[in-house]
């Protein structure tokens, strides 16, 4: 009997087929892909740790050729480089501890960089551009004398030694940002207790490559901030154009406050001044390119500060080289197109300026204190107009001065208008003065001084007036010291004061007109003023008095009304004044 086949009906009932659980095609789609992702995830982790290990075998010879490279581009320096790492996965390499160093002059480092990190430019790369992006974290820059003077002894180019391929040796691309982050700068001059420093130095440079804005002449936006000297602050803000030929441009603002002076006393000591104290701040813009020079000074102010020149027979050479450098930069600005030199406004508040003469058998100091001074519209093209000097202070500590000027800027020679009054000096506080000129002293009263000086087409033309007023030469207290042969000439130098004495008056005067050529002279507007006023000064401060002292001695000491002092000219007779 053959078997019934039975085939399954709707109404028939399996329980144990209900309680299994059907699977549906698309429930199992997802975890076929999270298996596959995850699988995915252990394969890239993986490569990126196979990378990570592989690296790290890379980075000694990295390392070898960077150094290597570097050395070979650059000239009169070489380099030495710890560390390197080179990081697949950014494209970056990182260098540490990366030292420069000056051949000629090894120690100390010209640059120690703890980290400088170079990579792909990714913004750029966004705009299909391959670029490099370059940070330097807390360098620290040394410079000193010896290494400065080398450098600027080199007669090779700075764009042909070599930088440019450096940097190449350490990053294939060109670099588009450059970010120099917390470094210090340090320059030692001739005191190594007091260098110039400048820290917190924060600089940033973009576009470097001039990749937006081709058509604009400074296309790269160029930042820097940082601390002056531990007490100042200064920031620039602008841009440059580093691919110009034959050197790059640069056009910034900058805003330098509360920077110390103090701190420049070795090198200004070099032009025989002494500076002590002293706190600048100023402002403007500045330009330098291919093609102009400018600088623009909208406003500089000096406080507080103490400037001694000093002069001495062993310095005398010295200062007529520096004269005559002065003059021919001077000429060589006025005459230059190119160069653009502008001071709106400066301003000297509460400072003392002084002449020290150590060439002299009995040195002295000649000083202004207490001065304030301002200065306005000085420029080295006539086409600006005159510049204006005002100026007001003690002279000696004591008698109330001003003066004033007017410069125009001339390539022919100098052009100025000078005057300056001094008032009721205590005439002790010139005693050294006196001592040194007049071989005598004074124990009491008052001094004025006034001048006037014209020079233009090499012409100067004025005078000079010196005032005494109740001056007393000779005191038997003060001089009891002293020998008898010095009492005698200070109390004859007092009597010829009293003939000279104006009696209505109670005052001695006396005045020397100032006339001459000056066209042949070698001199600059500064050395006019201070040694026609010198020679000037002391040749009408003592009006006879060695002269009346001779005629009194042959006279028996016979009441003489002493001589008109002689003009004092200049050209020919210039070196018998001086």
Known sequence: MGRIRHEPRESDHFPEEEARPRLKPAAA???????????????????????VIASFFVDEPLRRTIENGMNRSLKGYSVQLPKAHLGFLGLSVALRWLTIRQTENPEPPVAVIPRL????????????????????????????????????RDETPVRERGWQQALEAIYPLKINLLRIRDAEVLY?????????????????????????????????????????????????????????????????????RDVPLDYFRPMVARANMNVKGGVLSTNGEAEYAPSIEALHVRDLSVRSVSIDYVHSATTAAKEHQQGVAVKAAAKEAVRRQDLVLKLDRLRIQESEFAIVNKARPQPYRVFFDHVGAEVTNLSNHLENGPAKVQLSGRFQGSGPSDAKMTFRPDAKGPDFDLSVGIRDTEKTKMNDLLRSYGKFDVVKGRFSFFTELHVKNGRIEGYVKPLFQDMDVYDARQDAEKSVFRKLYEGLVGGIAKLLENRERSEVATKAEISGDVSNAKTSTWQIITRLVENAFFRAILPGFDRELSLRSKTKLLPQKPPPPEPITIGKERKKAA
């Open 29 to 51: 789609r997802p975890r076929r892909r999270w298996r596959a992702l995850r699988i995915a995830a252990v394969v890239f982790l993986s490569l990126v740790l196979l990378v």
């Open 117 to 152: 990190h170079a990579s792909v430019h990714w913004q750029e790369l966004l705009s299909f551009h391959l670029v490099a992006d370059f940070l330097f974290d807390a360098p620290r820059l040394n410079v000193d004398k010896r290494q400065l003077l080398k450098e600027a």
């Open 188 to 256: 030692i001059d001739d005191d190594p207790g007091r260098p110039l420093k400048i820290s917190h130095l924060d600089v940033t440079a973009n576009n470097i490559r001039n990749i937006h804005s081709k058509d604009h002449v400074y296309p790269s936006p160029v930042v820097a901030e940082g601390v002056l000297f531990e007490k100042g602050h200064g920031t620039i803000r602008g841009h440059a154009n580093f691919l110009a030929e034959p050197f790059p441009g640069l056009h910034v603002l900058f805003d330098l």
